[in-house]
C-alpha cells in the first residue's frame, strides 16, 4: 500500500501551521527587538502577519506591513529581502528543521480587504438586502 504524504489539496497540515507559526513569532521578535544589522531596517516598525510554508517546508512566505503606514511597503519589503540571508539564520537557530527555509517577503493585504468588506457592508443597498426578511425567516414566523 502506497502512504500519501501530500495534502490532498485541503489546505496546509499541521505541521505547516504549527512551523509557520513558529516563524512568525521569531521573525517578529527579531524585528521588534531590532537585532538585525541594518539601520534601515531597525527604523521602521513592521508587522509580521502571517508565513505559510510550502509542502516540503523549504519556502516560507511572509507576509508584512509596515506599522501604520510609517514607510511604504515597497520600501519595507526591500530592507527584508536585503537582509533575507540574516533573518534566515536567525529563524534557522530558533527552529529544529532539517533545511532552514528561504524566506519570500511579500505585503500583507489583510486590513486591505477588511477596509473593503467594511465599505461594501455599509452601502445602502447591501444594508437593505441584510435587513430584508428571507423565505426562511417567514417560514419560522407562522409556526
Given at each position: 500500500?502506497?502512504?500519501?504524504?501530500?495534502?490532498?489539496?485541503?489546505?496546509?497540515?499541521?505541521?505547516?501551521?504549527?512551523?509557520?507559526?513558529?516563524?512568525?513569532?521569531?521573525?517578529?521578535?527579531?524585528?521588534?527587538?531590532?537585532?538585525?544589522?541594518?539601520?534601515?531596517?531597525?527604523?521602521?516598525?513592521?508587522?509580521?502577519?502571517?508565513?505559510?510554508c510550502s509542502n516540503?517546508?523549504?519556502?516560507?512566505?511572509?507576509?508584512?506591513?509596515?506599522?501604520?503606514?510609517?514607510?511604504?511597503?515597497?520600501?519595507?519589503?526591500?530592507?527584508?529581502?536585503?537582509?533575507?540571508?540574516?533573518?534566515?539564520?536567525?529563524?534557522?537557530?530558533?527552529?529544529?528543521?532539517?533545511?532552514?527555509?528561504?524566506?519570500?517577503?511579500?505585503?500583507?493585504?489583510?486590513?486591505?480587504?477588511?477596509?473593503?468588506?467594511?465599505?461594501?457592508?455599509?452601502?445602502?443597498?447591501?444594508?437593505?438586502?441584510?435587513?430584508?426578511?428571507?423565505?426562511?425567516?417567514?417560514?419560522?414566523?407562522?409556526?
Amino acid at each position: 500500500m502506497s502512504n500519501k504524504r501530500s495534502s490532498s489539496g485541503n489546505g496546509p497540515t499541521q505541521r505547516q501551521l504549527r512551523v509557520g507559526e513558529l516563524i512568525r513569532r521569531t521573525l517578529s521578535d527579531v524585528l521588534n527587538r531590532a537585532e538585525v544589522h541594518d539601520p534601515d531596517l531597525n527604523r521602521m516598525s513592521i508587522t509580521v502577519g502571517e508565513v505559510s510554508c510550502s509542502n516540503d517546508l523549504k519556502v516560507a512566505t511572509v507576509y508584512v506591513a509596515p506599522l501604520m503606514g510609517s514607510v511604504p511597503m515597497e520600501e519595507a519589503i526591500a530592507a527584508l529581502a536585503r537582509n533575507k540571508a540574516e533573518l534566515r539564520h536567525r529563524v534557522a537557530s530558533e527552529l529544529t528543521l532539517k533545511y532552514a527555509p528561504d524566506l519570500r517577503f511579500r505585503p500583507d493585504e489583510t486590513f486591505d480587504r477588511l477596509d473593503e468588506t467594511r465599505r461594501l457592508f455599509a452601502d445602502p443597498r447591501v444594508q437593505q438586502d441584510v435587513a430584508a426578511p428571507t423565505a426562511d425567516d417567514r417560514d419560522g414566523e407562522e409556526d
